[in-house]
């Protein structure tokens, strides 16, 4: 069965490139994202995951640990780790899993047979503290994944866990966001949003981005 947003993560126990992990264990009170890519010493796959070393400081700000996957052994992560840090100018700084036997994959549906039968898609899944997935977004081989929209929606996801808003089409960090129309009570509205809104439609009511 394919996992679905708001299903509990499935957990699960694998070697990786800094040695055995224990998925709900390793990821904590933190928020995770957890990212497949087809093989190692491949082209795009090395620039995503040099990428994503050099977001360290952006992930940390946000409470987000990362972690990637492929079906290569741990001892194949490790050396291309080595190729990454060198071509990407960085150093990476998350575990990758070595899925051998596709027991991640498979709980996580990452082989996609119409596309190919043995290496992972590219999937991406976004895992809050309670372990609840948040996210889910596939690409295809070809495809590299834009990391800064996965920090957007991370964004997203954290002001809108903590406010009754929603964000709206392209928003942004410090951008205007929306009231989410279950809030009636004048009130309460006043109470939360002091800064004041702009009601375009009864159901569609701007607001600038609460302080967090």
């Not at 795009?44 to 400081?57: F, I, N, P, W």
């Not at 709980?107 to 976004?126: E, Q």
Request: with cysteine; charged share 25%.
């Amino acid at each position: 069965m394919s996992l679905r947003l708001g299903d509990i993560a499935p957990d699960f126990e694998q070697d990786s490139s800094e040695g055995r992990i224990r998925f709900h264990e390793w990821l904590g009170d933190s928020w995770g994202v957890l990212f497949s890519h087809p093989a190692d010493f491949t082209p795009v796959c090395t620039t995503e995951l040099g990428y994503t070393a050099k977001l360290k400081d952006e992930f940390a700000a946000r409470n987000v640990k990362v972690i990637a996957l492929s079906v290569d052994p741990a001892d194949s992560h490790r050396r291309w780790i080595e190729d990454i840090n060198d071509t990407q100018k960085t150093t990476v700084n998350f575990p990758i899993i070595a899925d051998e036997d596709r027991q991640v994959s498979a709980l996580y549906d990452m082989i996609h047979p119409n596309a190919n039968d043995s290496l992972t898609v590219r999937s991406l899944f976004v895992i809050d503290p309670n372990k609840k997935i948040r996210l889910i977004i596939t690409y295809p081989a070809s495809t590299g994944r834009n990391f800064n929209e996965i920090l957007r929606v991370i964004d997203s996801l954290q002001l809108t866990d903590t406010h009754k808003v929603a964000t709206p089409a392209n928003w942004e960090q410090g951008g205007d966001v929306v009231i989410v129309p279950s809030l009636k009570d004048e009130d309460e509205i006043k109470q939360r949003f002091p800064k004041g809104y702009q009601a375009i439609r009864p159901y569609l009511r701007i607001t600038p981005q609460p302080d967090k």
